[in-house]
């Protein structure tokens, strides 16, 4: 194992937030406390909160890598992640400015147009009904008693309305026994500096891997990528950055080569997308899981051992 800590950068999803992500991956950060330090960082952007995340928290502000996949909007993405990655500026190519192209979904549309819908939390998305949704258990957990997910029908006003979109923040089946461990010892806002890794959720996943190919094509620095491992949960493929509004093909890219970890959810709505960003990293030291979560970090007890594992199987591969 590492003879210290590493260090990761965490990169939220759209509509959320660099304290929203800490409280999420909380459980797989408190397991690892012993080999891992996490810095969050804030989206650029200002964004619309991601459905019904405003009802878990309510004064919180929201922020985005990017409103609209435009050349402009995702070079300034990529130069604030670079920047907190200690990458000299001059290796992001810089973007000439053009005019925006609004892209809003369709309900007609199976495919809500041409973002997965995770990644646009916007209102003209319609959002995913969640009081009948049916509550997911791993099958070690059948038997046990979640009442915190189970609103009976004497509860009302917020407490209810806290209950019934829990999932969008905490995941499903979340175990209330985590001690506090790492998480009020990791620092919430990133510093400027070397990170070992980077740990991303949704749209974070999309702005990391689409530097990534940046700094390793002609433009970036000859594969010289400046982290050693990445771990990327229900993400999706990033835009091509000279704002054409289409996702990169696998076949189009030199795959990226770095130890990398998947975590895909079979209930989330951009399961496939995550399976081509995927295909975006070599195969070498590649590991995938999928849980039966949706478009969420993984909380359920089973759920984060495996996951925290896996995390330890890389480090051990590093070390």
């Given at each position: 194992?590492?003879?210290?800590?590493?260090?990761?950068?965490?990169?939220?999803?759209?509509?959320?937030?660099?304290?929203?992500?800490?409280?999420?991956?909380?459980?797989?950060?408190?397991?690892?406390?012993?080999?891992?330090?996490?810095?969050?960082?804030?989206?650029?952007?200002?964004s619309a909160p991601?459905?019904?995340?405003?009802?878990?928290?309510?004064?919180?502000?929201?922020?985005?890598?990017?409103?609209?996949?435009?050349?402009?909007?995702?070079?300034?993405?990529?130069?604030?992640?670079?920047?907190?990655?200690?990458?000299?500026?001059?290796?992001?190519?810089?973007?000439?400015?053009?005019?925006?192209?609004?892209?809003?979904?369709?309900?007609?549309?199976?495919?809500?147009?041409?973002?997965?819908?995770?990644?646009?939390?916007?209102?003209?998305?319609?959002?995913?009904?969640?009081?009948?949704?049916?509550?997911?258990?791993?099958?070690?957990?059948?038997?046990?008693?979640?009442?915190?997910?189970?609103?009976?029908?004497?509860?009302?006003?917020?407490?209810?309305?806290?209950?019934?979109?829990?999932?969008?923040?905490?995941?499903?089946d979340t175990p209330?026994?985590?001690?506090?461990?790492?998480?009020?010892?990791?620092?919430?806002?990133?510093?400027?500096?070397?990170?070992?890794?980077?740990?991303?959720?949704?749209?974070?996943?999309?702005?990391?891997?689409?530097?990534?190919?940046?700094?390793?094509?002609?433009?970036?620095?000859?594969?010289?990528?400046?982290?050693?491992?990445?771990?990327?949960?229900?993400?999706?493929?990033?835009?091509?950055?000279?704002?054409?509004?289409?996702?990169?093909?696998?076949?189009?890219?030199?795959?990226?080569?770095?130890?990398?970890?998947?975590?895909?959810?079979?209930?989330?709505?951009?399961?496939?997308?995550?399976?081509?960003?995927?295909?975006?990293?070599?195969?070498?030291?590649?590991?995938?899981?999928?849980?039966?979560?949706?478009?969420?970090?993984?909380?359920?007890?089973?759920?984060?051992?495996?996951?925290?594992?896996?995390?330890?199987?890389?480090?051990?591969?590093?070390?």
């Open positions: 194992m590492p003879t210290r800590k590493l260090k990761l950068l965490a990169l939220h999803g759209k509509g959320t937030s660099a304290r929203i992500m800490k409280a999420q991956i909380k459980p797989i950060i408190d397991m690892l406390s012993d080999i891992l330090e996490v810095h969050y960082l804030d989206g650029g952007a200002v991601y459905q019904g995340i405003e009802i878990m928290f309510p004064t919180e502000s929201y922020h985005a890598w990017y409103e609209q996949p435009t050349s402009v909007e995702l070079h300034a993405a990529h130069s604030r992640v670079a920047q907190h990655l200690a990458v000299p500026t001059d290796l992001i190519r810089k973007q000439p400015r053009k005019d925006p192209v609004v892209i809003t979904t369709s309900p007609e549309r199976n495919d809500l147009g041409v973002f997965t819908p995770p990644e646009t939390p916007t209102s003209s998305t319609p959002a995913f009904t969640t009081a009948n949704l049916p509550l997911h258990r791993s099958p070690s957990l059948q038997s046990q008693h979640s009442r915190s997910f189970e609103p009976t029908i004497t509860e009302n006003g917020r407490e209810a309305l806290l209950r019934r979109f829990t999932h969008l923040v905490t995941g499903l209330e026994s985590y001690p506090s461990t790492a998480g009020p010892r990791t620092p919430l806002y990133a510093e400027h500096g070397l990170y070992d890794g980077l740990i991303c959720f949704s749209q974070g996943c999309a702005v990391s891997t689409g530097l990534l190919l940046e700094l390793g094509d002609k433009y970036g620095c000859g594969g010289l990528l400046p982290v050693r491992f990445v771990v990327l949960i229900c993400g999706g493929r990033p835009f091509d950055r000279d704002g054409t509004m289409e996702r990169v093909d696998s076949t189009s890219v030199v795959p990226i080569k770095l130890p990398s970890l998947h975590i895909h959810g079979r209930q989330d709505p951009g399961l496939d997308e995550s399976r081509r960003l995927a295909a975006l990293y070599c195969d070498a030291n590649k590991q995938i899981i999928e849980l039966d979560i949706g478009h969420c970090p993984p909380r359920r007890t089973s759920d984060v051992n495996l996951v925290a594992a896996a995390i330890r199987r890389m480090m051990l591969d590093l070390s």
